[in-house]
């Protein structure tokens, strides 16, 4: 009882310094034309009311996490039933019925998208699914392959002056143009890791529902062309070395040759992307390619989870969609997504979905099997 009331004291104290400090932005407010002093008390008592509550559910969530609650409350109770839920929903997953209703059914949703919605939404789409496709990208690089990578905005950037350029020296269409630009940006990524439609004049709502098409292709041919990867030879080679480095050397594994595959296939997909960026905006300029532009592509990955192909999508759509979402509350919105990011990175710093590593289960006869063979052996010896 008594450190309940001492939580409960320290939250107050959180919230009245936090009052303090926000007192000369959401309280007064000067009209510099009247010369008028309007006082907001009441943001002010939403400040402290809010902050309270937040507090006293990030101390108990904190404690929760320490294993330091001594009672099972409401917030327990839910993270119980999630955790239990999620682990059936992924056994439900595994059937591969299930997986092949669920895919076609978010396919068919994905397709009738932009005709149920406006073309502000399917605007709002088109970035997000961009970036999903930068995120598997990247996670070639830092998921599969563990290298960190804060450039990436970089080969965004060569696939979107590529077209620029090719289009308006050379007339290069778009299709052309866009393994063009893929290929440049894989092999600009390349030298760096070294030592040394038609033709059809559409309105603006039928391109804008055009180009989601293009990105909706361009992501499925992203996923199965990365989930492939990953199962393959080269694949296996990324994960072991990003696992441990030296054992994967001892195990024969050219260590520069992976490093130098990884960045130049995971900067196709940013050609690829920078391509039709620079068809859809018709303007580009370096101000569109800043570093902050790789931050955020790094964040859908690191959020999203790491070499989690769902976790990347997942992470993309809420980068994106979230602060779009918020715009209603445009003085907050930041704010709030701060402190969605600060939520997550504390407690899901594996991301949103994390990666499932691989197990192979021994059934009950391969078991006997091997117990024989092993006794077949013993036996040989003792003769």
């Not at 939580?7 to 104290?13: F, I, K, M, Q, V």
């Not at 294993?67 to 955790?83: D, F, P, Y």
């Not at 595994?94 to 669920?102: A, E, G, S, Y």
């Amino acid at each position: 009882m008594t450190q309940r009331l001492n939580e409960l004291r320290r939250s107050l104290l959180v919230s009245l310094w936090f009052m303090l400090l926000t007192f000369p932005i959401m309280v007064i407010r000067v009209n510099t034309i009247t010369g008028t002093v309007r006082w907001r008390w009441t943001n002010l008592a939403v400040i402290g009311i809010g902050s309270f509550f937040i507090s006293v559910v990030w101390r108990y969530a904190m404690q929760r996490k320490a294993g330091e609650a001594q009672a099972v409350g409401i917030l327990s109770r839910v993270g119980e039933r999630v955790g239990a839920g999620t682990k059936k929903i992924g056994a439900v997953l595994d059937i591969p019925k299930v997986r092949t209703r669920l895919v076609g059914g978010l396919l068919a949703a994905a397709v009738a998208y932009p005709f149920l919605n406006s073309m502000y939404h399917t605007n709002i789409m088109i970035t997000a699914l961009t970036y999903v496709v930068l995120g598997l990208g990247l996670n070639i690089i830092i998921g599969l392959g563990g290298m960190l990578h804060i450039g990436y905005a970089a080969f965004y950037a060569i696939g979107a002056y590529s077209y620029a350029l090719l289009n308006m020296y050379f007339g290069i269409n778009f299709w052309l143009a866009l393994p063009i630009g893929a290929a440049l940006a894989g092999l600009f990524s390349l030298l760096i890791g070294l030592p040394q439609l038609f033709g059809i004049d559409m309105r603006l709502q039928q391109t804008t529902v055009f180009v989601y098409f293009i990105m909706l292709a361009v992501v499925i041919l992203t996923i199965f062309v990365v989930h492939r990867l990953e199962n393959s030879r080269i694949g296996r080679q990324w994960v072991a070395m990003k696992e441990d480095y030296i054992a994967c050397q001892a195990m024969g594994v050219s260590i520069a040759k992976a490093k130098l595959t990884a960045l130049g296939i995971g900067a196709i997909w940013g050609g690829l992307v920078g391509v039709i960026f620079a068809a859809r905006t018709t303007f580009i300029n370096p101000a569109s390619f800043t570093v902050w532009e790789s931050v955020i592509i790094l964040s859908t990955v690191v959020l999203g989870g790491m070499g989690s192909i769902p976790g990347v999508f997942v992470g993309a759509l809420v980068l994106m969609l979230l602060p779009e979402y918020l715009r209603p509350f445009a003085q907050y919105r930041m704010l709030i997504f701060g402190a969605l990011l600060v939520t997550m990175m504390v407690f899901r710093p594996s991301g949103f979905i994390k990666k499932r590593r691989k197990a192979y289960t021994i059934t009950e006869a391969e078991r006997q099997s091997v117990i024989k063979a092993e006794l077949e052996d013993d036996g040989e010896v003792e003769e």
